[in-house]
């Protein structure tokens, strides 16, 4: 068994001036740029000094080399000290640290993936823990490697639930690996933090989590290095750093006192920097080199093609959720860096079925929406997985936050959400997914599927996973028939025109249950001479604003969409958006207009007009004005 080795005197020292060397860039940067969070910066100096130069191994050269250790600043407005640290490391020059927040630079005012060391955006504050657990996760499940996760979380983001999600899904994966260190400095933005600094609530509420928990000095480097080594014994229990500290340490008058969050120090800063140099034994002292990591994992395949292509008879009834399942699958046979995790809905999301064939590749991550999707986001991270995100569509409303924070984070993962829609049936308006594709559309560079079938499903999911950014795939809950070959090829931003003719008077456009319905409206509109042109648009961003606007003009300018959303942000929005550049169409857009209630699914159609009677009296209209 190892025993711990004390750091002798000088390595002791070098940790403490490297430790206020950072406090004094923090304060320089923040003063160049008239704004940030130097006092933030300052009550974690210490724990960054002895992370950076002590503790974590990793190369200089390539610093998201899949073997170096992780960090995370989850307290993202400290962004300032981890900048200084990777400077004193020398991964570049001190003197850009000056450049803070400056359009020119990437050192912005919160970390973002712009920079080669950081792995997610952080700032919204509460995710980083939920990010580093799906790293950790990853070294220990899927990597099988050595490195570890360091997690550096505020006690002010301690007050989100999003932290205690985290907590109690890495004490159940015994995630060993991962240390979350509490930068406990008692003061929050506007006033002191619920617990202050009463450390021993903190105590008792994480080991109540399982998690193994020392309590130290945040300002004593000594018992720093001791109690991340303790850490890196441990075997079956995450370990959680709580370290109390003062926010503004080491700056006289400043320190511990209320009102200097997010204000640099102005006038203050010379006289700071003075008393700080003052405990600085050598400030031309060499830097301690990082410790090394073995260099023995290789870039996986991030290519993932179905293992076999669709295989279903036209006309055969699916839902696509199944579809989805079963893609998934495919997909896991043909790369075996294919990961998924469900929110404990994987029987009625069909994740299921990849958990039965590869349970080593599935992570049940319970309901906890937030932390899942955050968890998701952290096995995504240096292309480690390729990850599939799943639970019930409306439940991702309450990550929003999490998968914004993701497109921050340039994240490549796969969100799959079903149970959209009023066709859900009698579950009522709390499980029905009505504003999902609009939420998705908002996030910058994403792509949203909805497929109409479950051979179009099959092929958004080998899509998506070659997709880089964020995917959206929203999935139904009622069957719905086949309408595509097992041949047919499917292309992001491209849709199908499933029904046309010479003599069509008019556009339609629905995905899915509404594309069915159009159908058949297609059918009773057909006994009376009037033809319809009929679109599955396949994905709704990008949408096929080409192939909609020959349509439209094939059609006297006519188009009506109809979807199982409501009209903020949906299909709707999406095409007439794609054709208001063009004079002369008309868009008639068909939407839930309210919030819904229970009832049987062909009844909420009618009732809230996406059904294909509404469409029927729809093309009238249309053709009447």
């Not at 006038?267 to 600085?280: G, R, V």
């Not at 009522?428 to 599927?449: K, Y």
């Not at 092929?459 to 309408?483: D, M, Q, W, Y």
């Amino acid at each position: 068994m190892s025993h711990y080795h004390r750091p002798d005197s000088q390595t002791i020292q070098s940790l403490k001036d490297i430790a206020n060397k950072l406090r004094i860039h923090s304060i320089e940067a923040t003063n160049a740029s008239n704004s940030g969070h130097p006092t933030s910066c300052c009550s974690a100096a210490d724990i960054m000094s002895v992370l950076f130069f002590h503790t974590m191994r990793y190369t200089i050269k390539e610093p998201r080399h899949p073997n170096n250790d992780r960090f995370i600043l989850s307290k993202g407005h400290a962004a300032p000290i981890l900048y200084a640290a990777w400077a004193e490391a020398g991964l570049f020059p001190a003197s850009q640290l000056l450049d803070l927040r400056k359009l020119s630079s990437d050192l912005e005012g919160h970390p973002t993936p712009r920079l080669n060391f950081v792995d997610v955006a952080t700032g919204s504050l509460g995710q980083g823990l939920s990010c580093a657990a799906g790293m950790a996760y990853t070294g220990k499940y899927f990597d099988k490697s050595d490195y570890r996760v360091y997690c550096l979380i505020g006690d002010g983001e301690s007050a989100e639930g999003s932290i205690w999600e985290a907590l109690a899904f890495s004490s159940r994966y015994q995630l060993d690996n991962l240390v979350a260190i509490f930068d406990i400095n008692r003061l929050g933005q506007s006033e002191a933090t619920s617990l202050g600094h009463d450390l021993d609530v903190y105590r008792a509420r994480v080991e109540a989590f399982g998690w193994n928990t020392y309590v130290v000095d945040g300002h004593d480097v000594e018992e720093l290095c001791k109690a991340l080594w303790e850490a890196s014994q441990v075997t079956g229990k995450p370990t959680c750093i709580l370290a109390k500290t003062y926010k503004g340490q080491g700056i006289p008058g400043v320190a511990d006192s209320d009102n200097w969050h997010g204000k640099p120090l102005g006038d203050k800063a010379k006289e700071a920097i003075e008393a700080i140099k003052q405990n600085i034994a050598n400030l031309d002292t060499h830097n301690i080199i990082a410790q090394q990591p073995n260099l023995d994992l290789t870039p996986i395949n991030t290519k993932a093609l179905l293992s076999a292509p669709p295989s279903y008879k036209m006309g055969e009834s699916v839902a696509t959720r199944l579809a989805y399942g079963t893609a998934l699958v495919k997909l896991g046979k043909a790369n075996n860096r294919v990961v998924a995790m469900d929110g404990d809905t994987k029987n009625s999301t069909y994740s299921q079925k990849f958990k039965d064939a590869f349970p080593d590749r599935f992570i049940e991550c319970y309901i906890a929406e937030q932390n899942l999707v955050g968890v998701g986001i952290g096995c995504g991270t240096r292309d480690r997985t390729i990850p599939f995100i799943s639970t019930f569509a409306a439940f991702f409303t309450r990550a929003f936050d999490q998968i914004r924070m993701g497109a921050i984070s340039q994240t490549n993962a796969n969100f799959v959400g079903s149970h959209a829609g009023v066709s859900i049936g009698e579950d009522g308006p709390s499980q029905m997914a009505l504003e999902d594709i609009a939420m998705f559309r908002s996030v910058p560079g994403s792509t949203v599927f909805y497929p109409s079938d479950a051979v179009s499903t099959e092929r958004a999911v080998e899509l998506a996973a070659n997709t880089k950014g964020i995917c959206f795939i929203r999935t139904s809950r009622p069957n719905v028939p086949v309408i595509y070959n097992n041949e047919e090829e499917f292309v992001v931003g491209k849709a199908k025109i499933v029904r046309q003719s010479t003599s069509d008077v008019v556009t339609v456009v629905g995905s899915c249950v509404t594309l069915y319905e159009a159908l058949k409206a297609a059918d009773i509109l057909a006994q009376s001479n009037v033809n319809i042109r009929v679109i599955d648009p396949f994905t709704i961003k990008p949408i096929d604003g080409a192939t909609i606007l020959a349509s439209a003009r094939e059609t006297g300018g006519k188009v009506i969409t109809v979807e199982d959303h409501y009209a903020e942000g949906g299909i709707g929005e999406a095409v007439a958006g794609a054709l208001s550049a063009y004079p002369n169409i008309t868009v008639k857009r068909l939407f839930v207009p309210e919030i819904p209630r229970s009832g049987k699914c062909e009844e909420l159609m009618e009732k809230y007009g996406i059904s294909a009677s509404c469409i029927v009296k729809a093309v009238n209209s249309i053709l009447s004005a």
